[in-house]
């Protein structure tokens, strides 16, 4: 089956500052890697995604890079806010289920 | 609300008891999945759903744990004789099932076997 590594496993930045969080995946066949931000005592929210038909998306302060031949796929945060502040997940699919990284503790120091 | 819902939101009970949890997918989301998530840990995929039909069940956890959509529209996870290593956040999330697509979760469900 599919095997997502994430890394940091933690993060702290200041407010303002970019934030960086790091995915590789085993499958070549994964061709869907959604990104998901979770609160505590929440379920995980969507707030990216991309295909594996595309090298880079962005959202307003949110970008998602892949590297299809590297296997790895990147989520960047610029001008971080304190609500940003959260466990991040990346994923991986190939359609029927999605295979879940660790997890990214997020802190942004105001 | 045309989100997912899940409930309850917390469930307590007394080991060797058989709890049982409701999702209602977003409506016309003919997938539904499955996850449970312990402390620290990322989802851990149980089983889908696509309609009516459960199309992965190797995942389930053991043969306490079962899951049911008979109508294609909402699901519910039985888990018989809980054991205290089965609390954890147990999450559904529904998607189209056309191609590759999003998935969105539900606020999970917060077991505590004591």
């Known amino acids: 089956g599919e095997n997502v590594e994430q890394h940091p496993s933690t993060l702290s930045v200041q407010e303002g500052d970019s934030a960086v969080i790091k995915c590789t995946y085993s499958d070549s066949a994964s061709n869907y890697f959604p990104w998901y931000k979770q609160e505590l005592g929440k379920g995980p929210q969507l707030i990216i995604d991309?295909?594996?038909?595309?090298g880079e998306k962005k959202d307003q302060r949110i970008a998602v890079t892949l590297n299809k031949t590297a296997k790895h796929f990147s989520l960047h945060i610029t001008e971080t806010q304190p609500e940003d502040s959260a466990v991040y997940f990346c994923?991986?699919?190939?359609?029927?289920?999605?295979?879940f990284g660790t997890g990214t503790s997020l802190t942004v120091i105001p | 609300d045309t989100g997912v819902s899940q409930n309850p939101r917390h469930k307590i009970t007394k080991r060797g008891q058989n709890v049982t949890f409701r999702c209602d997918p977003i409506s016309e989301h003919n997938r539904l999945y499955w996850y449970r998530q312990t402390l620290g840990q990322g989802p851990e995929f149980l089983t889908y759903f696509q309609n009516e039909a459960q199309l992965e069940k190797s995942r389930l956890l053991s043969d306490r744990f079962s899951a049911e959509r008979p109508k294609g529209s909402f699901s519910t996870l039985e888990i018989q004789r809980t054991e205290q290593g089965d609390s954890a956040m147990y999450l559904c999330a529904s998607s189209l099932a056309t191609g590759v697509t999003e998935a969105f979760f539900g606020q999970g469900t917060r077991l505590t076997v004591v």
């Open positions: 991309i295909r594996s038909n595309v």
């Open positions: 994923a991986a699919s190939m359609g029927n289920q999605f295979y």
